[in-house]
Nanobody
Framework: VQLVESGGGLAQPGGSLRLSCAASGFTFSNYGMSWYRRAPGKERELVASISGAGGFTNYADSMKGRFTISRDNAKNTVYLQMNSLKPEDTAVYYC?????????WGQGTQVTVSS
């Protein structure tokens, strides 16, 4: 199993970024996917989740209305569209898949929101 995130970078407050996570090594469409983040000095927190077929999504309260999780099962990729970014969104964002009893993680992509 391999998860590779991309798309992070520097954004201004109010700006947007789109993260991508390319997955391989498992039947992607069979599994829900999630995005987590870890801000400096804080514990890792769930950002959003999406079901295998993409019909069900779930968001942390602070991300509702600003972030959108989606997936393209033909490309084995899950996305996180982040709009109206705030400085407190600064964190390393990780892609996650739970397969059986094991969680798999990407290496993370840094998102910095600053003027």
């Amino acid at each position: 199993v391999q998860l590779v995130e991309s798309g992070g970078g520097l954004a201004q407050p109010g700006g947007s970024l789109r993260l991508s996570c390319a997955a391989s090594g498992f039947t992607f469409s069979n599994y829900g996917m999630s995005w987590y983040r870890r801000a400096p000095g804080k514990e890792r927190e769930l950002v959003a989740s999406i079901s295998g077929a993409g019909g069900f999504t779930n968001y942390a309260d602070s991300m509702k209305g600003r972030f959108t999780i989606s997936r393209d099962n033909a490309k084995n990729t899950v996305y996180l569209q982040m709009n109206s970014l705030k400085p407190e969104d600064t964190a390393v964002y990780y892609c996650n898949a739970w397969i059986g009893t094991r969680g798999y993680w990407g290496q993370g992509t840094q998102v910095t929101v600053s003027s």
